[in-house]
């Protein structure tokens, strides 16, 4: 039998290329299982059965199967076979019922040892029949239909023993742990702890921080994940998600708490496969080709291993992994993909598309692309134009993306009261927006009065685009300087990703004769310091911050003043061993490219 496979503009034929070719094996399998219990042993293929061990029948005679206690499984909530009982139709035999005939005239001629000389004439049926010595009042098809449901309980046909994961509510929610199973006073004191940290960190995010979470949890005796319900696992998930920056720490995090619940054979909802997704591809500032590997294997085993389709959010974030590590060959099999599985498009896929379009350069595309979601009836906010600047600015018209933003400046004045833009209401403000979306998609009446409701105004991803572009690409700090004005203006206050960006201007553009002077250099490390000791939100000493200023001090200070800047730094940081390690060879390095002595003994963590 020839099989022809066909894999045409499908994500599967670049993806899912782990499956064997049909081709391969020149034996077909229909669904051959081995079946195995404490009388026989057989090959089911399909439907027949056939035995290992020869059966003899003995008439008007019952076996007496011995009792066996019933040994301890192991219950799995997502795993269910679809025929997971002995198919022995002799193991059964019991159970059916059996009414022989017995031809004793076969058996007398057999016994005598009369020899009958051959003939030519052709046996009729009587005679055919009577070379079995009994038969069972049955038909075929009951026996057949025996097969099938040894237990006759009319069960439907089953073809094969598929796996499959259950969404069932009882069964996702499958409960890890009894509390009344519970007798340690001290486990139970460390759950309850763990619960009220949870709790508090869903209702009130600012109030619990996720090391404490992390650090009850890591206090549970091992295995961690069956000492708490399963209500409390998926929280637990949840809240060590709810991440307003996806990095390292955050991501170990995560993937340890997932590492157990999969070790003990607890399900995962799609919800929490995405959210690992996420983390895998985005703990990174930049995505490369390594974070969308991690992606696509996690994506496999959703699909395969676990049995769980990928929805519109799987696709979402494929599709911006794979756009932003370069791969647009790849991204555009995954649109093509998630259009052939029929999910509709919605604010999500809209955005990632123009910021595709934007890392392709193709500004046209960017316009056709944001045309085709204002005809939508998808609602308008500032992260849509966000994205449109950011288009328009890695193509080089920095004329179009100032006017997208002059529009935003007008829409700014127009506004009353510019709303909080912390990350909880950011979340919250985007489920609203889709939630209008949705609505003007059935009504398109409704939809100017909830186009009223979005805010167009510049925020801090606004000006961070801009000050990016116009600083450490374009040298351009007169224009860096109007954007900080303006930002004082809506009253954004200044980020760390703001001091960044100025840090690494001045370490690209700056010098003698520059306008990226050290005295402006000078005024932005005492806003930055004064900012850091007051705590200001955003703002930390990472190893990407603190190599941006040591290389723009390098351009003009002495070897003293440049070993004075790492030791403020140094005192305020808060970096691991590996990273404080990694910042003194790279101290060692800046000075080397620019003439200094180097000494490294004496520096003390």
Sequence with gaps: ????????????????????????????????????????EAICNGLLVVTRRSSTIRPKKKYDTPRTSTSARHISSTIAASNSRPLSCNFFNSNFPSSRKWNHAAASTASTGDVTPLSHVSPSKKELLEIIDSYDETSLEEHLEFLRDPYLRRYAPADGPHLTVSDK?????????????????EEAEVVRNLREAVILKLRRPAMM???????????????????????????????LGMTETKDPKSMLRYFSVVTDV????FPLTAYEWNTAMSFASRYVGRSTEVELEAALHLWREMEQASGIKGSDVTFNILFD???????????EMIYQEMGSRGFPFNRYHHVSLIHYLGLRQDTGGVRAAYRHMVESNEIIDSTVLNCVISGFLAS?????AERVYEKMKESARRTNILPDRNYTVQKNVTKVLMMFARIAKKHPDMHPNFQKTAILSPN?????????HYGPKLGDLAKVAQFLDEMKLFNIPVHGAIFLALFKGFGKHGGPGSDWSAERLGSVWDAFVNALDNKSEGLHISTWMAMAILRAFARYSSRGQILDIYEILRSRWDLDHANSQFMIDFLGKVMKEHGFHVKTRGITL
């Design 1 to 40: 039998m020839r099989i022809f496979t066909r894999i045409d503009r499908s994500i599967y034929g670049a993806i899912l290329s782990c499956r064997p070719s049909p081709s391969l094996s020149s034996t077909p399998s229909l669904h051959g299982v081995r079946v195995r219990d404490d009388h026989t």
């Design 169 to 185: 509510r009882d069964d996702v929610e499958l409960q890890s742990v009894s509390y009344s199973q519970r007798t340690n006073a």
């Design 460 to 468: 801090l991803q606004t000006y961070r685009l801009l000050i990016n």
């Design 396 to 400: 080089g018209e920095e004329a179009s």
């Design 262 to 265: 999969k070790n003990s054979g």
């Design 321 to 331: 992994v794979a756009s932003k590590a370069g791969k647009f060959g790849l991204a």
């Design 209 to 239: 921080d996720l090391d404490t979470v992390y650090d009850l949890y890591l206090a549970l005796p091992e295995p961690r994940i069956s000492h708490i319900t399963a209500r409390l696992r998926h929280q637990l998930l949840a809240v």
